[in-house]
């Protein structure tokens, strides 16, 4: 288990744009994003491995939501643009050894960070 922070969320107008933030404290390979909104399951985003070569998005944000990290900084960052309603969320970032384990006993998450888009 390791620590996470997020930072980044807010408001914004439908077709704008926010970064995600996410810095951990510890060793990790795979990092990524999912997402929940009230009354639903929490949903994949996005998941990076330790080089950056290797990326994963869900269907729903294929071009619009790119994820990146800087390991110097420990920090795994997911821009988001062309924003929709539907993305409206509380975002949540996860660290685990593999893209498999992301949702097991050996992901870690963070605390959230809310991500409202606006009409």
């Known amino acids: 288990q390791v620590q996470l922070v997020e930072s980044g969320g807010g408001l914004v107008q439908t077709g704008g744009s926010l970064r995600l933030s996410c810095t951990v404290a510890?060793?990790?390979?795979?990092m990524g994003w999912f997402r929940q909104v009230p009354g639903k399951e929490r949903e994949f985003v996005a998941a990076?491995?330790?080089?950056?070569?290797?990326?994963v998005y869900a269907d729903s944000v294929k071009g619009r939501f790119t994820i990146s990290r800087d390991n110097a900084k420990n920090t795994v960052y997911l821009q988001m643009n062309s924003l929709r309603t539907e993305d409206t969320a509380v975002y949540y970032c996860?660290?685990?050894?593999?893209?498999?384990?992301?949702?097991?006993?050996?992901?870690?998450w963070g605390q959230g960070t809310q991500v409202t888009v606006s009409s």
């Open positions: 996860n660290a685990a050894p593999s893209i498999a384990q992301m949702t097991s006993a050996f992901g870690s």
């Open positions: 510890g060793s990790t390979y795979v």
């Open positions: 990076i491995n330790w080089s950056g070569g290797t990326t």
